[in-house]
């Protein structure tokens, strides 16, 4: 059990964190109204495959960025990258709006937005989770992150709300107005924010230090749990959606039990992460997870959807602050950047993976296959766990 009763006293929501939340709260909301698009691939024409090169496409930019990406946030510092990450995504949505026709006419310039999508999230996500770590007390760092987490959970539940009612009045295109107004609300909210991390200019910071990075035996350990549950979120991102449509079923209903879940794990982070131990929660995140996925093979209620949602969310929920925490705790300010580059690159290269497998499983097979093997993947993950739990350092 975790001994956090002094932690408590050290501020954790100061005027930073708090503006830093707002912004990633935008960004992830836009990248929320996002998980429609495998919808739009099917209206233009696209199947099962299709969904499954775009979304993998995003992935690919994401993982195959990320040395570059890692390193410029330790190299100009956390919120100059956020800014880039901002303006990009709302070119990506900016364009979208002039791209016209049926997806073998357009399936080229779809997956070059798509790689500048994966690029722009990649940033977004390693810079804003780097800033994190630097604004809150490192006492509190799980809560922290728990915390911070807590936005794109919010914003992957927001946005296809909000987009789904939009897009049955005025069509695909919706998605892309939605997500261009989101992500310049973002870019507005990060003007005041400062950056308190002061980047170095006597040392490399070079790809070569973000091979370094996963070369060292706790972080390309753990890369490999977020590699498989990156498999496993491939299902959710890109086949939940046509599942749901599929079936009859209200689409956002997975969505906002899956992030009310996830969310109110956080929510309660100031309590568990304080009394447990990572090396306590990590199991039983991975479990709920693995349970969540594999339930969806036998859904045709709402109630059913939403019952995996909670399920799998609890786990996310649980499992990213902790896993996060015990890895970068020992990491030097001018390094974290390119660990959470690694970890979040595990997550993106499982998307990746299982984005394109699942796709080609999926046309085979259907669905079931789909989240049958995401199940199976976050399993995995917990035997790596248990395998590596020895060598954790305990809070």
Not at 107 to 123: V, Y
Not at 314 to 330: D, M, Y
Not at 345 to 358: E, N, R, T, Y
Request: glycine share 12%; net charge positive.
């Amino acid at each position: 059990m975790a001994n956090g009763s002094n932690s408590l006293e050290e501020p954790l929501f100061t005027g930073p964190f708090l503006l830093l939340l707002a912004c990633s709260m935008m960004l992830q909301t836009g990248m929320g109204v996002f998980y429609l698009f495998p919808l739009y691939v099917l209206d233009i024409g696209g199947n099962k495959a299709d969904i499954g090169i775009l979304m993998g496409a995003m992935s690919l930019a994401a993982v195959c960025g990320r040395p570059a990406v890692s390193s410029l946030v330790d190299r100009i510092g956390r919120k100059r990258s956020l800014v880039i990450a901002s303006l990009l995504l709302m070119l990506v949505s900016m364009l979208h709006l002039f791209v016209k026709g049926a997806i073998n006419q357009t399936l080229p310039l779809l997956l070059i937005l798509r790689l500048m999508f994966g690029g722009g999230l990649a940033l977004c996500i390693v810079a804003g989770l780097t800033m994190t770590a630097d604004l809150v007390p490192a006492s509190r760092l799980t809560e922290g992150i728990g915390y911070f987490g807590i936005t794109p959970l919010v914003g992957i539940a927001l946005g296809p709300v909000v987009a789904e009612g939009m897009v049955h009045q005025w069509g695909f295109d919706a998605i892309f107005f939605i997500g261009l107004a989101v992500f310049i609300a973002a870019f507005l909210l990060l003007m005041p924010l400062r950056d308190r991390f002061v980047p170095t200019i006597d040392k490399a910071t070079g790809n070569g230090n973000f091979f370094k990075a996963l070369r060292i035996p706790i972080v390309w350990r753990m890369s490999l749990i977020c590699l498989c549950f990156g498999l496993a979120f491939a299902a959710h991102s890109s086949f939940i959606a046509p599942f749901a449509q599929k079936n009859a079923l209200p689409v956002s209903a997975y969505f906002a039990a899956y992030s009310a879940s996830a969310v109110l794990a956080r929510l309660m982070g100031g309590y568990i992460f304080n009394r447990f131990d990572e090396i306590q929660i990590m199991p039983f995140a991975l479990v709920l997870g693995g349970i969540g996925f594999l339930c969806l093979i036998g859904v045709s209620t709402t109630m059913g959807l939403m019952g995996t949602g909670f399920l799998a969310g609890i786990g996310h929920g649980l499992l990213f602050p902790s896993l996060i925490a015990v890895t970068i705790r020992p990491i030097t300010a001018d390094n974290r950047g390119k660990v959470n580059g690694v970890l979040t690159g595990g997550f993106d290269a499982g998307v990746f993976m299982g984005a394109l497998i699942m796709g080609q499983l999926g046309e085979l097979f259907g669905f079931g296959i789909i989240f049958g093997t995401s199940a199976a993947a976050i399993f995995l993950g917990l035997t790596i766990f248990l395998r590596i739990r020895p060598m954790i350092v305990r809070r």
